[in-house]
């Protein structure tokens, strides 16, 4: 293999390594939101989910205010050192990170607690009040994330992910399960769906802790490296910490500036939808609960492919910031090329599984919803696809824009976005009457606004030429194969089993093995149309066996 495909190929295994973390952590956090989300359902009135979601999405609002631009901000700096072995640089820019991070993420912290009765209803305050330690620890885990993929190392923030979202679903389960039998004991009776909310919301924290301390372990052992890499060095200029923070708020400013604009639209969707779904006449419980299906169904399921393409979006940024560096566009363009085809390669099979399997899905995982309840989120799931597909994108483009230094583009097109999204918004709920589906419709058309602007940046800067036919086409005719397969295959084995079996177990069964035999056919088809060569499979985790196995089924 040359150097060049040497170093693609590199570049391809730590993102889909960060990307394959991604897919577990947020398959865990799927599987432990079903019997969370169900919980939540059963008890009470079975609000608890929409206090639930109203104080997560604030919560990750602050978060990415405080800490969200750290991991980037702290790997592109650090690469740039590190490409000059200035490693010198590379300890001060950790410890003025780590400085950094302790006074943004004291500030966000305290916010959140004071400013909680002004920003969700009064029975999701108790559940947003509890998160206001996670964001103060948050940051600290940002700078170690940030410290290991400025290395290109992405296997230290795929553990801590993985490992977080363990000890989160474990913690959420529990302390759900432990708040609600605690209210009941105190005859609160009226407010168990508070009190299991605000339980499940500490085993946020319990998560982000489990990952810090894990961090913290590693970067011990790290740490012995870096003081030999510091004896070595002769670099004559040293960092301040003035110097430090500057560059910092530099490049992690206008990064805070997009995401919380380009994020905006969550906190603005809840409550734009909240407060003209109430002036058009709609009841809070009517309005609570579709927010519920919303944040704790449709999102739980379409956030799995989206964190996905985000980790790409993550790993490509050191990269293109180093070829950038020294001028290499050609590089650039390879890499960003190889980020859109992974990111297609992943995120287009599961739109396409989603709408066509969106309702047997849901009907499997979220037992205590009722049938019209199902009906909607698995209409959700089929209008959303679109969305997922233009959201992995969009992540991939503002990565490489933070990566060749151009952060203030992506603010631009976020801002230009935002606010069409809202006039948008605003007139489906109110003119067209079209409900919860009118969040859907308005955050792919503010997807679709981002996307477009930044690909004429990205095109303006780079030159960017996309190669359709590996990037789009490819994976958009296997993922159609896929999908008729997963119909008929669904179809059929309900029909058959429906003679044996219950209507629970028969759907379950069905859709389980839809969806293993159609991951198959999608997979050979990749390799038939000419998707997957032989150098990306192994460039994928455990890619020799996945080789091996297309050798022996004379696949390659």
Known sequence: MSKKKKIAAGFAMQATILAAASIVSKLIGMIYNIPFANILRKSGEGYG?????????????????????????VSKIMAERIERGEYRNVKRIFNGSMLYVMVVGLAAAVFAYVAAPYLVSPNAVLSFRVLAPTIFFSGFLSVYRGYFQAYGNMVPTSASQVIEQIFNAVGSITLALLFIKWASALGRESEIDKFGAAGGTIGTGVGLLAGLVYMMVLFRKEKRELNVRMEADVTEHILSYR????????????????????????MLDMTIFQKVSKAM??????????????????LVLANVPIAMASAVASAVIPGVSSAYAVGNKKECNRKLNQSMELTMVMTIPCAVGFAVLGKP??????????????????????????????????????????????????????????????????????????????????TAFYAVIVVFMNYLYVKKYLGFRMKWKHIVWVPMISALVMGITAVVLYNGLYLLLGYVMGERVCNGAAVLTAIVLAACVYFISMIKIGGYTKDMLLAFPKGALLVRIAEKLHLI
């Open 281 to 298: 006449g709609y009841g809070k419980g009517v309005i609570d609960g579709q927010y519920g299906l919303y944040s704790r169904m449709y």
């Open 361 to 442: 899905i849901v009907r499997l995982l979220y037992y205590s919803l009722t049938e019209e309840e199902v009906d909607m989120v698995g209409m959700l799931l089929l209008l959303g696809g679109i969305s997922i597909v233009i959201y992995g994108i969009s992540s991939v483009l503002n990565g490489v824009l933070q990566g060749i230094g151009k952060v203030n583009v992506p603010v631009i097109s976020a801002v230009v976005a935002l606010l069409l999204h809202m006039v948008l918004l605003v007139f489906l709920v109110a003119v067209c009457r079209v409900g919860i589906y009118s969040l859907i419709f308005a």
């Open 49 to 73: 989910n929409g206090y639930y979601g109203a104080a997560q999405t604030w919560y990750f609002y602050i978060l990415i205010i405080a800490t969200f631009s750290i991991p980037s901000a």
């Open 243 to 266: 110097e430090v923070i500057k560059l910092l708020l530099m490049i992690a400013t206008p990064i805070i500036l997009s995401s919380a604009i380009y994020n905006a639209n969550a």
